[in-house]
């Protein structure tokens, strides 16, 4: 059983559900109704897991001395697989999976080179550091959305009434090169929103649905 937690990651994959925590991959059984543990990366603390390739790729830390470390599971042959680990070493960060490459974007502006981010090419297998974003984010988030990857400030409401925070950004792959999100676009206060990857629309109808109550207005968000 897998027990609810803030650092954890569930991937879908061929209509399976993969659930990875601490050092932990779990699939759930839908006829059972539970969770089952599949696998274990020895001494390892994932921070970070997306689907690549087919596999479960995480990225974490060594639980003795928090060097960091790059594998990937593969579900189907029950495998791990070691790769290259990032090349700037940092204690927290997020991972994010978008058009067939990982983002690993540190999460603390303390950290080391906080306006860095790197990336990895599964067909070079190696991390290569993008341009430096134009902002030192406090405490930054990172999602893919419309095939583009975000980086915003992930404060919470009180902090932002108090503070001036910088907007959120996306990389643009053609240009090569991180653009500030105009505050004309949806994507300007993405803060407020969470976001599920589906494969069928049917359950996004089936869930506003069910949830159509006094109080909660569902609104489409029309992609630039």
């Known amino acids: 059983m897998v027990m609810p937690s803030e650092d954890n990651w569930t991937i879908t994959f061929e209509e399976k559900t993969y659930r990875i925590e601490g050092g932990c991959v779990s699939r759930y059984e839908f006829e059972r109704n539970m969770?089952?543990?599949i696998?274990?990366?020895?001494?390892?603390?994932?921070?970070?897991?997306?689907?690549l390739n087919?596999?479960?790729?995480?990225?974490?830390v060594h639980e003795l001395d928090d060097v960091?470390?790059?594998?990937?599971?593969?579900?189907?042959?029950?495998?791990?697989?070691?790769?290259?680990?990032?090349n700037i070493s940092r204690a927290e960060f997020s991972v994010v999976a978008n058009q067939g490459q990982v983002f690993v974007v540190p999460k603390y502006w303390a950290g080391d080179l906080p306006e860095k981010v790197e990336v990895y090419d599964p067909l070079q297998n190696k991390w290569m550091s993008l341009p430096d974003m134009p902002f030192e984010y406090r405490s930054p988030k990172a999602v893919s959305v419309d095939d583009k990857i975000i980086v915003y400030e992930s404060n919470e409401e009180e902090t932002r009434r108090y503070q001036d925070l910088d907007p959120p950004v996306y990389w643009d792959e053609s240009a090569r090169l991180w653009k500030v999100i105009d505050d004309s676009s949806p994507w300007?206060?993405?803060?407020?929103y969470s976001f599920l990857d589906l494969d069928d629309c049917r359950l996004a109808k089936a869930l506003t649905a069910k949830n159509r109550r006094p109080g909660i207005q569902w609104e489409r968000?029309?992609?630039?």
Not at 54 to 60: A, D, H, K, L, Y
């Open 35 to 37: 969770w089952e543990r």
């Open 39 to 51: 696998a274990t990366a020895c001494d390892i603390v994932i921070k970070g897991a997306v689907m």
């Open 54 to 60: 087919n596999q479960i790729f995480t990225v974490g």
């Open 68 to 86: 960091m470390t790059c594998q990937a599971y593969d579900p189907e042959k029950n495998t791990w697989i070691s790769l290259p680990a990032p």
């Open 188 to 192: 300007y206060h993405i803060e407020r």
């Open 221 to 224: 968000i029309l992609l630039d």
